[in-house]
């Protein structure tokens, strides 16, 4: 109950409803869980109006609808239309994979504001390969369709190594489509990625060539398309400001109810992360352990705890300190303060001895079969 | 930008402005993202119909507050919507 009379607790703006983790591709850097298949159960139509009604009322605006594959919840126009009932400024974030023209049509009189397509790369052969399903040419017309009916269109390209040699033709690629935005995401490495982390990193000097190419093309259409750039903090020196700080925007929501600070949290241990089935979603983002375990800066270990940096990135983020060294309560090892950073320069170290070796290991794709494998 | 003196200014229909109860202001919202207005930014954007003018705005604010000399302030402010996207003009 400590958090119920807590001023310093911020509304939550951002509610992100992971609908299902059902998805026809398998891209190997899906920030899902490895053991997704181990949770199957999906809440119903009912408990996400529920969900979304409560984040509203505590103040969440930007609703992301994300999974897995959003599309594969026949409900998701009903969800929509409440989303919009509530006021909510709803973006579908879909692989566009089985998006036909009808339900988009069907979806923007539910009231839906955006639709996110992502592609894997610029040509047909390595964005199926990534994909793991052959679906290019289908995203190529989704992107032309999402235009056509009048919404803004972002398109969304995860980058690493497999695919960052392409910036040039990517940047081509989203202005032929005519993205309103492109986001270029460097690969996080959690969930897939993590496992996949030694063939998907890229070269420092691989992320400097791409890094120039996307600036000069961010000036180049300045005021026609907006880049969100995802920065690699692994060559960065101070760690991403994660999630805004923990507990104070983002609220996810999992396919089976379960209530994350990050999309990521369901990696950390002993959080023991409460369900919309048995909380109410205001309970939840005050009261819960899992929200309010690193609020503040009373969780904080040395070198952060007294560092004059804490209120930029609070300490970076809590699932990268526990993937690398162990310890969730660490500062973030990609800060140049930590005296764990050497297990970054490391990964970097033998991802780049991989990239250059002629036996690199083959990519775990992100299905079922896999899935069940890593549990 | 500079904004075109003989074209109607119009709210960018690919962003939405509202009231948000919780924040207790106006907002815009697009993709991901939001921006949180003041009460004034609030105020010409909503003026921002597709039917008036710069000239036409700035007078109608004039009278609707009962002030004047905002001229400057509103074509900054609009010229600033303007280079994001949150206005448009034909």
Redesign the interface.
């Known amino acids: 109950m400590a958090g119920l009379n807590n001023p310093n607790i911020t509304?939550p703006?951002w509610l992100l409803a992971e609908l299902t983790y059902k998805c026809p591709l398998q891209c190997p850097y899906c920030s899902n869980p490895l053991n997704y298949a181990a949770h199957s159960h999906e809440i119903s139509t009912e408990d996400w109006k529920r969900v979304l009604t409560q984040a509203r009322k505590?103040?969440a605006?930007?609703l992301?609808l994300s999974g897995g594959e959003p599309l594969t919840r026949q409900d998701l126009e009903e969800i929509v239309s409440h989303a919009r009932q509530l006021?909510y400024?709803s973006?579908l974030i879909t692989s566009g994979y089985g998006l036909t023209e009808e339900r988009i049509m069907a979806l923007k009189t539910a009231g839906l504001?955006?639709i996110?397509v992502s592609i894997q790369a610029s040509s047909a052969d390595l964005s199926d390969h990534l994909a793991g399903t052959k679906s290019f040419e289908h995203k190529k017309q989704v992107a032309h369709l999402v235009k056509k009916h009048?919404?803004?269109m972002?398109l969304c390209v995860v980058i690493h190594r497999e695919n960052i040699h392409q910036m040039a033709d990517i940047l081509a690629m989203a202005e032929e489509l005519g993205a309103?935005?492109l986001e270029l995401a460097n690969t996080q490495y959690y969930g897939w990625a993590h496992v996949n982390r030694n063939a998907l990193l890229p070269t420092k000097e691989q992320f400097a060539a791409a890094e120039n190419i996307a600036q000069a093309f961010k000036e180049k259409v300045a005021?026609k398309m907006?880049i969100?750039y995802v920065v690699p903090d692994f060559y960065e020196d101070r760690p991403k400001a994660c999630m805004n700080g923990w507990g104070t925007t983002f609220l996810t929501i999992a396919p089976d109810g379960v209530a994350l600070p990050c999309h990521s949290a369901r990696e950390l241990p002993g959080l023991d992360c409460p369900n919309v089935n048995d909380f109410s979603i205001e309970e939840i983002w005050k009261e819960s352990k899992a929200f309010n375990f690193f609020r503040g800066f009373e969780w904080m270990q040395e070198p952060c705890r007294s560092c004059d940096e804490k209120a930029k990135d609070f300490g970076g983020c809590r699932c990268q300190a526990y993937l690398l060294s162990g310890d969730m309560n660490a500062t973030d090892p990609v800060c140049s303060k930590s005296t764990q950073r050497h297990l970054i320069d490391e990964a970097i170290s033998v991802a780049r001895d991989s990239a250059l070796s002629a036996d690199e290991k083959p990519l775990i794709f992100r299905n079922n079969k896999n899935s069940r494998l890593g549990q | 930008?500079p904004i075109n003196p003989n074209l109607p200014i119009s709210f960018s229909?690919?962003h939405?402005l509202?009231w948000?109860e919780?924040?207790q202001r106006d907002?815009i919202?697009?993709?991901?993202?939001?921006v949180e207005l003041n009460h004034s930014s609030a105020e010409i954007l909503k003026a921002c119909d597709g039917t008036r003018t710069l000239a036409q705005i700035i007078s109608d604010l004039h009278k609707k507050f009962n002030t004047s000399g905002l001229e400057n302030d509103i074509t900054h402010f609009l010229e600033i919507a303007l280079?994001n996207?949150w206005i448009k003009q034909p």
Request: proline residues 10%; negative net charge; glycine residues 18%.
């Open positions: 509304p703006r505590i103040g605006v930007q992301g006021g400024y973006n504001d955006h996110q009048g919404y803004p972002v309103d935005y005021g907006k969100y | 930008m229909p690919t939405r509202q948000e919780a924040q907002v919202l697009y993709p991901e993202g939001m280079q996207g």
